[in-house]
């Protein structure tokens, strides 16, 4: 299967569609899309591909180790944690935990006068500990886990941060690129679900030694 696509027409018009992606990629960038490596560069062509906006190819950052990292997660098994329902729907994974609709995620919010997606990734740390985190919606999600990892030495292999809008977007965003976290990211208000979901899977992918 590649990009979704499982019959040969499916594939055919995935084959062609990512060719597109390359040359818009490739335009956007210049010379600068040498300074990627083939990994990273399959990551960003999903994203482009699932937004049909090129601009994605100049949006997309990498610590040196979140492909690697990720990866390695998922090829042992690690959970992976998401902020939102629609998040978890579009990963092709089993092994995923989403706390937003629980009774003691809604309890902690009320109680701490917090956001759902902030308490959610609260009484998630035991699994974000050593998994993998992607955040399309929720900065507060974000937020919480660049405060668990700085205040309380919890250490996700991966977080993928690409929560989409006006309000502190952009800033959990630049948080995260400040924090010690391995992490793939957009910069910007930029993100959303089909953003962190490519990325994921694209991590999943790579981790079954298929295309990026």
Not at 4 to 23: F, M, P, Q, W, Y
Request: aromatic share 4%; no cysteine; proline share 3%.
């Amino acid at each position: 299967m590649f990009m979704g696509a499982i019959t040969k027409n499916g594939l055919d018009i995935a084959e062609k569609s990512r060719e597109i992606v390359k040359s818009k990629i490739k335009d956007v960038l210049g010379t600068k899309y040498e300074d990627y490596t083939e990994e990273q560069m399959g990551i960003i062509e999903r994203v482009v591909h699932a937004t049909a906006d090129p601009e994605y190819a100049k949006l997309m950052d990498f610590t040196d180790d979140a492909v690697k990292n990720g990866v390695e997660a998922i090829k042992n098994g690690k959970p992976i944690i998401v902020d939102i329902s629609m998040v978890e729907a579009g990963i092709r994974y089993e092994n995923i935990y989403n706390n937003i609709k629980s009774e003691e995620t809604i309890e902690l919010a009320k109680k701490e006068q917090i956001t759902r997606a902030e308490a959610a990734m609260r009484l998630l740390k035991d699994k974000i500990d050593g998994g993998v985190v992607v955040i399309g919606n929720a900065p507060t999600a974000l937020i919480e886990i660049v405060r668990l990892t700085k205040e309380e030495n919890i250490k996700p292999a991966l977080v993928v941060g690409a929560p989409v809008g006006f309000v502190k977007a952009a800033e959990s965003k630049e948080l995260l690129r400040n924090s010690e976290n391995s992490a793939i990211s957009t910069i910007g208000p930029k993100g959303g679900t089909p953003v962190a979901v490519s990325v994921a899977n694209g991590i999943i992918a790579l981790s079954r030694n298929e295309k990026a």
